[in-house]
């Protein structure tokens, strides 16, 4: 592998968060200044870190997967707590105003016209349909978010300890 696709590899590992910028500086001076000063034994151990660390980094991404929420147009994102929480506000709130103006359209009741001309109204089922799925859609993206910090604390940690037994 030559210097430039090392350090193409080493950029992408920083800008999908697995490398902090002070791990990407000094990977990135290991990889221009060469390791001029290890040998033997300690040499070998360097490169075991480096693959395990590589091979960390690897399994990091495609757990990273399994928290992505895929939005309607392809793009994928890392779920949030706060959005989450924003989100579901919205959709609630939406469906709280739809089923008030409903209910008001078809009468106090829901059922049917005002002056109690029979028929059911439907129109205010949609609002409390809208109640739920905000309400079930914030709890299961929160929920993810939560795993996702989770899942991402282990790897940072696991990435630390692998770097401390390296040095």
Do not use: C
Request: hydrophobic share 35%; aromatic share 10%.
């Amino acid at each position: 592998m030559s210097i430039s696709d090392e350090l193409q590899k080493l950029d992408e590992l920083r800008r999908s968060g697995a490398l902090s910028a002070d791990e990407f500086e000094i990977a990135k001076r290991k990889v221009l200044h060469g390791s001029e000063g290890v040998s033997g034994p300690d040499h070998l151990e360097e490169i075991k870190a480096q693959n395990e660390i590589a091979q960390l980094d690897r399994e990091w991404r495609l757990e990273r997967e399994n928290y992505m929420v895929h939005g309607k147009h392809g793009h994928e994102r890392i779920p949030g707590k706060a959005s989450s929480v924003i989100g579901g506000l919205f959709l609630v709130g939406f469906g709280i105003f739809w089923t008030v103006t409903a209910s008001r359209m078809t009468g106090s009741s829901g059922i049917g016209p005002p002056g109690g001309a029979g028929g059911f109204g439907f129109f205010p089922l949609f609002g409390v349909l809208f109640i739920l799925i905000g309400a079930g859609t914030s709890i299961w993206s929160f929920l993810k978010a939560g795993q996702y910090e989770e899942a991402q604390d282990r790897y940072h940690r696991r990435r630390q300890e692998i770097l401390n037994k390296k040095q």
